[in-house]
């Protein structure tokens, strides 16, 4: 399941980043943000935790 704000997989409900309950199944794909300083990839999608994350949720 992924968040549809942050789009956090999320494996237990709600969303830990900010207790969304609204989470999505259809979502595909997912980048690992593990170093927020080295990560030019989070900063390009607007991420600002580590964590997964889907790369798409409709
Ligand atoms: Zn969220």
Avoid: N
């Amino acid at each position: 399941m992924a968040c549809r704000k942050c789009k956090r997989i999320c494996f237990d409900k709600p969303c830990p980043e900010h207790g969304d309950k609204d989470l999505s199944s259809d979502w595909y794909g997912f980048v690992v943000i593990d170093d927020m300083k080295h990560s030019s990839m989070g900063q390009v999608a607007g991420i600002t935790k580590e964590g997964i994350y889907a790369i798409k949720v409709r």
